[in-house]
Structures are given as C-alpha cells and as structure tokens.
C-alpha cells in the first residue's frame, strides 16, 4: 500500500483521518508508543495489539548503536526483526545526539559524537540519518533537526532553524536517491514505501516557527512535525505554538507534535489541528507506579490502595482492569514484581489508545468542544482521586 492520508471529519480546528501505509492504517488523531529498542517496555507486540495500537515509534540512535541498523536491514528490516506487524515511525537520532551534550560537536555537514554505551565515536548526518531509517525500513522517517536547549536566544534558534532546514532538503534528495535504485553498502531499503517527514523548530518565536513551517512546506514532505516542545516551557506557551504552526501546514497532510505528552495536551494539541502523537510517559509512569485515569493520575504506591478492590480505573476495559485491583497491583509494585509494570503498562497504553478514540469519535460527531471542556474539567478532580 502506498502511504496516503485522508480527512474524514472536522471541528472547528479538530480533525479526524485516515493514514495508510505499507503495513496497514493509522486512525487519526493518533497516539505511537514509544519502542525505544525495537520495543514497548514491559509490552509484547501482542499486548499492544489487544490494546489497539496501529503504529509504534522506534529510535534510530539506539538501533544504530545496538543491534545496528545493517543488521536489522540483513534480518529483513525493523518489522521482521521485532515481530511488529503494524505502522511503524523512527525518529532521526538527533533529539538523542543532541542530549548527549560535551559528547558531541556539531557542523555544517553533521554531528560527531561518543556512543553513550562504550564511548566509541560516530558521525551523524542527514545522509547517514536517512540510510539508518531506510536500512530500519520504518513506514514513516523523520528528518535529522538541530535541537537547540530551551530557553536559547532567539539568534541561536534562527541559525539552527537555517541548519534544520538546509539539512531537511539533504534528506529529501537522499531519500529520492534511494528511491531511484541507489543502495546503503549494497544492501536495498527494507521499505520501498517509506515516506519522510519535515520537522518544524523555531523555538518559542511565531516569526520563527512560521518560516521554519513555509521552508518545509516547500520542500513537499508527506507529512510535517513539530519538534522542540514540551522540553521545558509552560504549556500554554507550548499550546500557542502549536496553535500558530498547525494553520501554516497543509492541511491534506498530516501534523505531528513530538514527544507530548499528558492526556490533557494530547486534548488541547487535537483541538489546535494536531493528528499524531509519541510520548514515553504512559509506559514511563506505569513503571514508577503511576496509573492514568478519567479523573486524573493514581499513585498506585500510596498506602490507601493496599486494602483497595476497586479496578485501577472502573471506566476501562483493559485487560488489567477487568481483572486486577489496586491492592494487587500495589502490592507487585511494593514487590517489586515485573508483573506490576507490565499490568500497568498494559493499562496506561489502553488508556492513552482510549482517550484517541474518544476523541476521534467527538469529532465524528461534531462534539469535540463539549468533549474537550469536560475532559479537562474531570481531570480537575485529581487530587480526590489518587
């Protein structure tokens, strides 16, 4: 299947679609559990599945790094490899390269850096970032972005901006070269159908982000992302970014919000025309002992749960809370019992796959605004939840 996308349904700057790719449809808006190393913490392809998940998203930096992407690609790329059967998307690596900090240095052509497993040095560029993705054989790639530190001066954001998107072109004329036969040490894409994403940065700055979006835009992307949020800045700032790019990207293709975030961002990120998300918190947060709800977040650690036969969340049909309570799962917890984070792993994802397909049906109706005020007034009550 050739990658398209299709709206379905609107309201108000809220919409609803369809994303189809080789390895099957996304519905949208859209939640991506993170596969950091070819997987979901805690989480089988077949419990992510049951949970309704319809794509993943996998790290280019670590999987470059271990197992290595020339192996994945000899395997028969990331799908085969990790037994996935569904979308798949892959960051760039850069967002991780850029962490690394005194470990690296950056230049027009690329970043060189020290593997943070044993210290060995690599060099990272736009060319070598598409190679990886097309080697992984991910439905959907991700253009290598400088990510500047928030808070950065506004010259140091306009510099890397003019980087970004220089580099983005580097990718997109890399990405035609494989499509046009060329091979990556003699070995093909896994993926002829792969397609690229732009990412959008600019910082905090609307004259910045705009040009950003319009020289993306330009170079025809089958898709657009916004990057260097949630990394620190309140989110009202962050929810008036996003509100100011979104109208700037075309509208028949599909928008992307990297790394949020709390079930109350994905809300207000849809509502500003936002289709797709990728967060860690779900399965973060359920490994530290922390349950997503209707009503707010639950601490399943607290004492006041060890005598608790209430579900984790009486409104979800998950596996966990069909057939677990807050004593139980408290009690794996305290434990220290793998079983505990894999149940609420299981019920956090369920959770955030969940709320996207209320949302979706919201704006299948025409509901979304009403939806949207009652969500975040529930979510006020959290602190007589937990």
Request: glycine share 10%; hydrophobic share 40%; net charge neutral.
């Amino acid at each position: 299947m050739a990658f398209t996308f299709a709206l379905t349904h609107t309201d108000g700057a809220a919409r609803a679609g369809v994303v189809t790719t080789p390895h099957g449809v996304i519905e949208t808006p859209a939640f991506m559990p993170v596969g950091t190393q070819g997987a979901v913490k805690a989480l089988t392809p077949a419990l992510l599945e049951e949970a309704g998940a319809q794509v993943i998203l996998g790290n280019t930096y670590h999987l470059w790094l271990r197992p290595g992407a020339q192996l994945i690609a000899r395997r028969g790329g990331l799908h085969r490899f990790n037994g996935w059967p569904r979308a798949i998307l892959t960051d760039s690596g850069g967002f991780q390269v850029f962490s690394l900090a005194e470990r690296r240095t950056i230049d027009d052509d690329g970043v060189s850096f020290r593997s943070h497993l044993d210290g060995s040095a690599h060099r990272l560029t736009p060319e070598v970032a598409v190679d990886i993705q097309a080697c992984l054989g991910s439905d959907i790639a991700m253009v290598l972005d400088e990510c500047p530190p928030h808070p950065s001066p506004k010259e140091v954001l306009a510099r890397s901006l003019a980087l970004t998107t220089r580099w983005a072109d580097r990718c997109r004329r890399r990405l035609e070269e494989l499509r046009d036969g060329a091979r990556i040490d003699g070995l093909a894409p896994t993926n002829p159908g792969q397609v690229q994403f732009g990412i959008v940065q600019g910082g905090v700055f609307p004259d910045l982000r705009r040009e950003s979006a319009e020289a993306l835009v330009a170079l025809d992307f089958a898709g657009y992302a916004i990057g260097g949020l949630s990394v620190g800045e309140p989110n009202e700032v962050m929810y008036e970014v996003v509100g100011g790019v979104a109208p700037v990207l075309p509208p028949a293709k599909p928008r992307y919000l990297m790394g949020v975030g709390t079930p109350a961002d994905l809300v207000e990120a849809v509502a500003r025309g936002i289709d797709m998300f990728d967060c860690v918190m779900p399965t973060r947060n359920a490994r530290n002992g922390q349950l997503f709800t209707r009503v707010g977040p639950l601490n399943i650690k607290n004492a006041r749960f060890a005598e608790d036969d209430a579900p984790p969340d009486p409104e979800c049909g998950c596996y966990t809370c069909r057939h677990f309570s807050r004593a139980y799962l408290r009690h794996l917890y305290v434990a220290g019992e793998i079983t505990g984070s894999i149940l609420n792993s299981v019920h956090n994802v369920a959770f955030y796959l969940d709320t996207m397909r209320r949302i979706r049906h919201a704006i299948s109706l025409g509901t979304f605004a009403p939806f949207h005020r009652a969500f975040l007034r529930d979510l006020d009550q959290r602190a007589f939840a937990s």
